[in-house]
């Protein structure tokens, strides 16, 4: 059973940066994404990095692209936050699909991730 776990969230101003953890066990696949997603209130979901882990190919949304880097180390993967704005808050979650052969220009959506992880609270204020 593959299990997520997020750490990492916290409440900085904006100019700052975090760093986001995931661990991850249980996962027996050997191509597949691990993702960063995040829900503001009242927002929809959105994807914002996903690494495609066998392949070490990385995604990242027009919104964080420049600021924010995914990597992976083991059973680990991070998600560095840098130059945060206000509108950076969110709940993030980590996010793992099954094994997947993906060609995609862009990420796999959201549907196709069926592990999740309690999500991670950032707050940046201004």
């Known amino acids: 059973q593959v299990q997520l776990v997020e750490s990492g969230g916290d409440s900085v101003q904006a100019g700052g940066s975090l760093r986001l953890s995931c661990t991850a066990s249980?996962?027996?696949?050997?191509?597949?994404?691990l993702g960063w997603f995040r829900q503001a209130p009242g927002k929809e979901r959105e994807e914002v990095a996903s690494?495609?882990?066998?392949?070490?190919s990385v995604y990242y949304s027009a919104s964080v692209k420049g600021r924010f880097t995914i990597s992976q180390d083991k059973d680990t993967l991070y998600l560095q936050m840098n130059s945060l704005k206000p509108e950076d808050t969110a709940v993030y979650y980590c996010?793992?699909?099954?094994?997947?052969?993906?060609?995609?220009?862009?990420?796999?959506?959201?549907?196709?991730?069926?592990?999740w992880g309690q999500g991670t609270q950032v707050t940046v204020s201004s």
């Open positions: 249980g996962v027996t696949y050997n191509r597949y994404f």
């Open positions: 996010a793992a699909t099954k094994e997947i052969v993906w060609t995609g220009a862009a990420a796999p959506p959201d549907f196709l991730f069926p592990h």
């Open positions: 690494f495609y882990v066998g392949v070490a």
